[in-house]
């Protein structure tokens, strides 16, 4: 293995799948719709500058998030494209995000009161107005406060407001009843500004890719950049092939012939029937590989071979189709061949959405990043605390 770390474990992230996942978006959206890449949680756990930039050089302009550290994570590695910060930021470190030019999300009267107080001059900083049409999350619902806001803003030379946006909290259901709903709401309350901001967005991936002239002049491109569907219920009607970023990959560091009777991890849930060869692999539930993915199936020379018995802290066992020497390589996310686990499998098997997969997959597996089929760069992403190292 190459790079800095030493560890048969690792996850690969096709760059080129990305660019060609937002380079599909640009071509199938009009030109003068823009790309808000997000890569908020470290690009959905894939590594936020590698996809950041891959996304920029593929058609983005401008990048999401969803905390201040994050923006600013970015801006240390190098980015310079502006980045908006979907969540709250804390009023007190408006200066902070006025120094490193970060756009931040107004939802509420209060918060820019107090932002105020922190912020009387110095560099304007650049505010999106969030209204809440429906998701009940962020967001401003009243008219009232909406115009408060809007003068607030403008009377103050510190802030200026550049976009208002809103959410969609059903986008991907078939039925759209409820996303038509949200959508009138929003040109309802467009009414209430006195002018148009430069942008203004609603479309994630699903809004984007399935009502591309319903997003105004923005797209907040998420889980799709990644190649992966916002929902099973919109995989056939996708308006362009997605190819999916992220697979996940070990080595069998011990294999063995276990004989009727014997029995195989903690609890000795596991008995074996007939003469079997059993593989360990080295990943476990602290690389967020959970306890929960017992019995489900990983791929060994294209061929599926079962999880068995319990999945430990650092490590698993496998049920080996035939003998296999040591270093065979395991993929648990991904392609071998013919065959593939897709994120979608491991997802549908939690009981989850697709979305939660990567994410979990933690910093103690190391990325390695792909580019033109070459391998790019090694990053070991670490995150100690709540601070990216
Ligand atoms: C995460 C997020 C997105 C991206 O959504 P996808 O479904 O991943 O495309 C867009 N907007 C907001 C406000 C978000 O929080």
């Known amino acids: 293995m190459v790079g800095s770390f030493h560890r048969d474990t690792w996850v690969e992230v096709d760059l080129d799948a990305i660019f060609h996942n937002v ?16 890569v908020k949680a470290n690009a959905y756990g894939h590594g936020d500058v590698q996809v950041a930039q891959t996304a920029l050089e593929a058609g983005a302009s401008y990048l999401a998030v969803a905390f201040l550290d994050e923006a600013l994570a970015l801006r240390k590695k190098g980015i310079e494209a502006p980045i908006l910060v979907l969540g709250a930021v804390r009023p007190e470190d408006i200066q902070l995000a006025a120094r490193e030019r970060i756009t931040l999300t107004v939802f509420q009267q209060e918060w820019l009161e107090k932002a105020k107080q ?18 009940g999350r ?13 003068a607030m803003i403008d009377e103050h030379s510190a802030f200026s407001l550049e976009g208002v ?11 759209t009843q409820y996303f038509s709903f949200q959508y009138e709401n929003f040109l309802r309350m467009l009414n209430w500004l006195p002018y148009q901001p430069k942008w203004i967005h609603c479309g994630n991936s699903a809004t984007s890719l399935r009502f591309p002239d319903k997003v105004f002049n923005m797209v907040r491109f998420g889980i799709a950049m990644y190649g992966l569907t916002p929902s099973l219920a919109l995989k056939p009607h996708l308006p362009f092939e997605l190819k999916e970023a992220f697979s996940l990959h070990s080595r069998i560091v011990h294999v063995k012939r ?6 195989v991890s903690y609890g000795a849930t596991y008995t074996v029937e007939k003469e079997e060869w059993i593989g360990t692999v080295p990943i476990g539930y602290a690389d967020g590989w959970i306890r929960k993915l017992q019995n489900f199936q990983v791929l060994v020379n294209g061929v599926k071979a079962p999880i068995i018995g319990r999945i430990c802290m650092d490590q698993m066992m496998i049920r080996l189709p035939e003998y296999v020497p040591v270093g065979t390589k395991v993929t648990l996310i991904g392609k071998q061949g013919d065959a593939q686990v897709t994120m979608d499998d491991v997802a549908q098997y939690l009981g989850t959405i697709n979305y939660e997969i990567p994410c979990t997959i933690s910093y103690r597996v190391p990325r390695i990043f792909l580019k033109k089929q070459s391998i790019m760069e090694v990053r070991n992403v670490v995150l100690d605390g709540n601070r990216y190292v």
């Open 165 to 175: 946006y809103t959410h969609f909290a059903t986008a991907d259901e078939i039925d």
């Open 138 to 150: 962020l967001g401003v619902k009243e008219e009232e406060e909406t115009k408060r806001i809007v």
């Open 118 to 135: 922190w912020h009387q001059d110095g560099p304007p900083v650049a505010l999106h107005l969030k209204m809440d049409t429906g998701m």
């Open 258 to 263: 276990l004989l009727p009777g014997e029995k």
């Open 23 to 38: 380079a599909s978006l640009r071509t199938f959206l009009r030109k003068e719709t823009a790309i808000m890449a997000v």
